[in-house]
């Protein structure tokens, strides 16, 4: 399992003075991270996500009531939504003020939903005992020098038998070079389950050039996890 690092965290650059936000491809704090949520509104779930959720079916009812998934970096909600129709209680976390009223005013939403929002950057968040720690493309944007200390809660959290469900970014990705992102080879990828006690029930990693969901093009690296935490 890996240890909170001793390194000071590097600090993101403040905002420009004439407040422009930009796309994925600068650092996140000036990304447009309300055109994000416009452009991938009404996306289906993440794979990962529904992998996840299959193998917790596999498993059978559990014996300690509702299953509880910490929906880490939620945004505009598609994955809190599925799991809350799915009868989990969830905890969705994101930094990003709109999150919180996007996740809410969503049409899906069940009307007896189990669900708590924390405004929250994820390198600060407190992330609370769960069954599943869902993080659809989340992690990359974790400032590198807090990374091993998030990776340290992250494991943690997870109960025996639960599950981690999300992705990395690989070291070939076009914004590996971004200072404010965390990238690793598929060897420190890995190992950083291993650490955790994580098995892999799926560890794909794909490598393609396609656009963002905002239309811009990029080089992706990304690794496709779902592990069981033994």
């Known amino acids: 399992m890996s240890t909170p690092s001793d390194q000071s965290p590097p600090q993101r650059p403040d905002r420009e003075a004439d407040d422009t936000l930009h796309p994925a491809h600068v650092y996140a704090n000036q990304r447009d991270w309300e055109n994000y949520f416009r452009a991938v509104d009404r996306s289906k779930p993440r794979d990962t996500l529904l992998l996840a959720l299959s193998k917790f079916d596999e498993d059978g009812t559990p014996r300690h009531g509702a299953r509880h998934a910490v929906d880490l970096g939620a945004g505009e909600g598609r994955d809190t939504a599925e ?43 407190e992330i609370p005992e769960c069954d599943l720690l869902n993080c659809s493309f989340t992690l990359p944007f974790c400032l590198p020098g807090r990374f091993e200390s998030l990776w340290h809660r992250i494991a943690l959290a997870i109960r025996p038998g ?14 590996a070079p971004i200072p404010d992102r965390t990238h690793h080879t598929v060897q420190q990828a890995r190992a950083l389950l291993g650490r955790a006690g994580l098995v892999p029930e799926l560890f794909r990693e794909d490598e393609s050039d396609a656009a963002d969901a905002e239309g811009h093009a990029k080089h992706w690296h990304v690794f496709h996890i779902v592990a069981r935490k033994v």
Not at 83 to 105: E, F, G, N, Q
């Open 162 to 175: 639960g599950r981690f469900a999300g992705q990395l970014f690989g070291d070939r990705d076009t914004w």
């Open 83 to 125: 799991l809350l129709r799915r009868s989990w209680r969830v905890t969705a976390i994101d930094a990003h003020p709109k999150s919180a009223d996007l996740i809410r005013t969503r049409a899906d939403l069940p009307p007896d939903a189990a669900l708590t929002i924390v405004q929250a950057a994820m390198e600060d968040a």
